[in-house]
């Protein structure tokens, strides 16, 4: 991990002082510059930023206070931290001017190493924030260099069309206009026709000479020109008004194929908001300079006061009780020149919270065990000049024999001194309140980029801004489109209480934020201005603030209101519009990574989705980047992405494949291969598959056209393939047959039995080729219901209802089609497929077979009752069939029940096991109970119930293959039950 140092001056006359500020900021692992005079002080300031200066109020050649006097003269170091070292008391006056040159504490020696360590590091972190933040943005501007750098090859003529800058061509000396793109005409504020001059386009540029000087330099040297800030008046306000606006431009010499000038190509972004936003920072720091200087003559004021000052003097006896004071003293007790002083006139004078307080003093000054030291401040009962009256009592008690015999002491006024300690509290914590925002600026940039998502990004912006901003209430909202309809919007409050107020609507109705919107500028209201507007529901400030994109579109509006403390000022709005231009960026961002997200996911979606196997393989070791879920079902239990396809299947190695590949990648051709024979493996399995296919293999190619993977598709068609060669054989049969029949002609009975046999192998053929017929029509049916899909997706919202009706009719029949499809051919199986018996353990298969069928049982109130069930010996494969056909029938006709009952239970009798599955649906008629087990047979239709009218054909038979027996038992609306026995397991 990197580590961030930055530099820390430590200034004292003292080598021992240095020595030991060395070692007690050593653990902070930054760079420590140390120097004994205020000169040496200086010089360094010039070579270099501190984080923070620790300043010794006394040194040898001048006074702590000069050099940090210097110091705020540079506009470099007015902002840096400066803490002042004292070893002696200091007066006040001195330490006023300490906090009007901008020392932000004075530190008393010996100092505390604890308290040093903390204050340094904090002012360390904050350095290497702003350092951070500011290589923050260097980098972001580096990357942003680098991506434009990279998309302008091959995009140049897009890029001029769309780009975010004013881009103009012009050709000869009289500067004829052959290009301007959508961006100029926008900046320029009117529509602009190729072919005609550039003054009489712009006449108004006619008055501004310098603008065509450099045009004509630029023409005839074939030096480029740099504007930076260059003003610019043009006719685009109001009614075609003249407006000052500023850009940053570059005029390029165009040349011909020969290298002769034949024009110049401009280049301008307007800067406009910019160069606006900078002169109003530096307005915002005269004016600062001009209060610092404000309070300076102020606390000089203060200074003088305070010396010309005299103090009261007061004289107590405790043993007579009598109190004597000078005039001075009565005249800061408040009473007039005449009058008797008494303790009890002294406390009645006094602010009564104060007044046990002063007590408590003098009690502890008058007690012989103490050292007898008064000193207690207080507030006089009567205020003076409208401000509280404060007062310093100071004195010593005499002691004689343990026994108080004098209490002398002086009063002074310090109500100066008590503001001017408020006025430096209030601005350390301004500037702890600044050092705060920067802080949680750096954050929210950090936290802002990091985020994913338009929501979760809108309400962080809107609590960072809140707090930032000190307000109770802050509402960010994205604008829809050009409209500047709000479309999206984050509210963040201090006080759920707010919520109920429902003025988030006000800035609406009164156009302030159309306005905002329409300017791209901040407004900023006070309680004042907003009394003015009666319909604002409470007038406790507000500003707002626009979300600008790159190109100057508006994005948004960042409101905030409510202030905590008085009204929002220039530095909070000045804090607020960073984060909006940060938020503005961070905006922009996650709308171009959703939408490019969202492309990506279409495309990769519709890829996985192929019926057909496909891969991407990217370089020259052909990588898998991608395989959609017919290629993974396909190759079986296999690790594919990010391997080299040698290596996650290597059994295809001397089948031509990858020789293929080869060719594809290097030639960059596109090959397409016919009834290729392929063998894989699919995992778990450890024999071949063999399979024929149509192999499409396109190369992809990289922005330069280079070749870096290929995109590999597998169309099969074994099946195809081998009922055509099964068709070809039989053909070939039937010839030789008839061959055979002329040849045997002489011999009847041998020719009846060799026809017999042929008949019968031909019957046998015909089955199998019914069974691989039946195959080739899913993939007619895949590819009707993957086109209906598409046509319902890209036509959908232009088709009428009836269109519609049509297109979902295609895709169900087709679904049906197949569904029928492949129960004929599980029906067929059944008949063939060999029996593996084993002990089967039906309790836990109908709960395996229930776990299967949750999502027919969602929304709907059932209850499942299933019984102590016995083990069998049977097929496992062919009872879970079972098992699934009769629970999801009891599901199905139990449907139209509110609450449906199915019932599972078993009995032994006679060594065999009998099961039934009993529900409280729909029934059947008895009558008609010898049609249920048969194939197609349905005492329900389609719209009533779903089904081909196999599933019971199924059951029927592979209970009948395990030498077992099935029946029905129910009543029309009163339920059935379904019963088939099977072997007990161990008989």
């Known amino acids: 991990m990197e580590t961030r140092t930055t530099s820390v001056l430590l200034v004292d006359d003292d080598p021992a002082n240095l020595a030991t500020l060395e070692a007690v900021l050593e653990p902070l692992g930054q760079r420590l510059v140390m120097v004994r005079s205020g000169r040496d002080a200086l010089r360094c300031v010039l070579e270099e930023d501190f984080a923070v200066i620790l300043l010794d109020v006394r040194l040898g050649d001048m006074s702590g206070l000069e050099v ?46 604890q308290m040093l360590r903390a204050k340094v590091a904090t002012f360390v972190e904050l350095q290497l924030a702003r350092e951070q933040v500011r290589r923050q943005q260097d980098a972001q501007r580096v990357l942003e260099r680098k991506q434009w750098e990279a998309e302008q090859s091959g995009r140049l003529h897009a890029l001029l069309l769309q780009a975010p800058v004013a881009v103009a061509i012009t050709r000869g000396p009289d500067f004829i206009l052959e290009f301007a793109n959508a961006f100029y005409e926008k900046v320029m504020g009117r529509a602009v026709e190729p072919g005609q001059p550039l003054l009489a386009l712009f006449p108004e540029l006619e008055a501004q000479p310098g603008l065509l000087e450099n045009l004509r330099r630029v ?50 972004v307007e800067v406009t908001g910019h160069v606006r936003a900078r002169r109003h920072s530096e307005r915002l720091a005269e004016e600062l300079h001009s209060r610092t200087a404000a309070l300076r003559e102020s606390e000089e004021r203060l200074r003088l006061a305070m010396e010309s000052t005299a103090l009261g003097t007061w004289d107590y006896n405790p043993l007579t009780r009598t109190l004597n004071w000078d005039a001075r003293c009565k005249e800061l007790v408040g009473v007039p020149p005449d009058t008797r002083p008494s303790l009890e006139l002294f406390y009645s004078k006094m602010f009564p919270e104060d007044r046990e307080r002063v007590a408590a003093a003098m009690q502890r000054a008058m007690d012989p065990a103490g050292g007898g030291e008064y000193d207690v401040e207080y507030r006089n009962l009567e205020p003076r000049e409208g401000a509280e009256w404060w007062c310093r009592a100071m004195g010593r008690v005499h002691f004689e024999q343990g026994r108080v015999v004098r209490f002398t002491g002086t009063v002074q006024d310090v109500s100066e001194r008590k503001r001017a300690e408020r006025e430096r ?79 988030e609507s006000w800035s609406e109705e009164t156009g302030l934020a159309a306005q905002v919107r329409g300017s791209n500028q901040p407004l900023r209201l006070s309680r004042a201005e907003l009394r003015e507007r009666p319909p604002f529901p409470s007038p406790r400030g507000w500003l707002a603030v626009p979300l600008v994109g790159r190109d100057g579109a508006n994005l948004g509006l960042l409101q905030l209101s409510d202030k905590e403390t008085g009204d929002f000022t220039a530095e909070d709005e000045a804090i607020v519009m960073q984060l909006a231009q940060m938020a503005s960026l961070a905006v922009e961002k996650i709308r171009l990574y959703e939408l490019a997200r969202t492309q990506r996911r279409n495309l990769l979606a519709a890829l996985m989705q192929m019926p057909e196997p496909l891969a991407v393989l990217r370089g020259a070791d052909f990588r898998i980047e991608m395989a959609n879920l017919t290629f993974s079902r396909s190759v079986g239990e296999r690790p ?46 450890r024999f071949l598959r063999e399979g024929i296919f149509n192999l499409a293999l396109q190369p992809l190619r990289d922005g330069e056209g280079r070749v870096e993977g290929i995109i590999a598709v597998a169309f099969a068609v074994t099946d195809q393939v081998l009922s055509r060669r099964e068709v070809e054989g039989l053909a070939e049969q039937l010839r030789q047959s008839e061959q055979r029949l002329i040849t045997l002609a002489v011999d009847l009975e041998d020719r009846v039995r060799e026809r017999t046999a042929q008949l019968q192998a031909v019957n046998q053929e015909l089955e199998s080729f019914s069974y691989s017929v039946s195959h080739d029509l899913r993939a007619p049916l895949r590819h009707i219901i993957g086109f209906a899909q598409l ?53 836990e298969m109908v709960r395996e077979v229930l776990r299967g069928l949750e999502p027919d049982m969602k929304g709907r109130s059932l209850e499942w009752r299933v019984g102590e069930l016995p083990a069998v010996k049977a097929d496992p494969v062919l009872v879970r069939q079972v098992l699934r056909n009769l629970l999801a029938n009891a599901l199905k006709y139990t449907r ?48 009533q119930f779903e089904g081909t009218g196999i599933g019971l054909a199924n059951v029927r038979r592979i209970i009948s293959r395990h030498g077992g027996r099935t029946w029905a038992e129910g009543a029309v609306d009163q339920g059935a039950t379904f019963h088939f026995t099977l072997p007990r397991a161990g008989s």
């Open 896 to 943: 139209p029940r509110a609450h449906a009952t199915i019932e599972v239970g078993a009995r032994e009798v006679q060594g065999e096991v009998e099961v039934w599955v009993r529900d409280n649906g729909v029934g059947f008629d008895m009558r008609y109970a010898d049609k249920l087990f048969g194939v197609f047979q349905r005492l329900h239709t389609v719209e």
């Open 219 to 268: 023409l005839e040297t074939g030096e480029p020109f740099l504007g930076k800030e260059f003003p610019v008046t043009l006719n685009r306000g109001q009614g075609g008004a003249p407006e000052e606006a500023y850009f940053d431009f570059i005029y390029q010499a165009a040349r011909d194929p020969d290298g002769h000038i034949t024009g110049v190509i401009s280049i301008s």
């Open 640 to 685: 594919l992405e990010g391997r080299p396809i040698r290596e996650a299947m290597p059994e295809l190695e001397g089948q031509d494949f990858f020789e293929t590949l080869e060719r594809v990648y290097h030639q960059g051709e596109v090959v397409l291969r016919k009834e290729v024979v392929l063998r894989w493996r699919r995992l778990p399995e």
């Open 791 to 843: 046509l319902e997706r890209r036509a959908g919202p232009v088709l009428d209802e009836v269109s519609r009706g049509h297109l979902k009719t295609i895709t169900t029949a087709a679904r049906d089609g197949g569904t029928l499809i492949d129960d004929l051919l599980e029906f067929s199986r059944m008949g063939r497929a060999e029996l593996r018996q084993s002990r089967v353990d039906l309790g």
């Open 425 to 503: 509290g209030r601005l350390l914590d301004e500037a702890r309140q600044r050092a705060e925002q920067l802080r949680g600026l750096t954050e929210a940039s950090l936290a802002i980029n990091a985020v994913e998502g338009i929501p979760p990004a809108l309400s962080l912006i809107a609590e960072r801004a809140r707090v930032l901003g000190g307000a109770q209430r802050c509402m960010v909202s994205l604008t829809d489109g050009h409209e500047g309809v709000e479309s999206i919007t984050a509210l963040s409050l201090a006080d759920p209480s707010l919520a109920r107020r429902g003025d």
């Open 68 to 113: 940090m006097e210097l110091l705020r003269e540079r506009e470099r170091n007015r902002r840096t931290p400066i803490l002042l070292m004292t070893a002696a008391d200091i007066e006040v006056p001195e330490l006023l001017e300490g906090y009007a040159h901008g020392a932000v504490d004075y530190l008393g020696k010996p100092l505390i190493p």
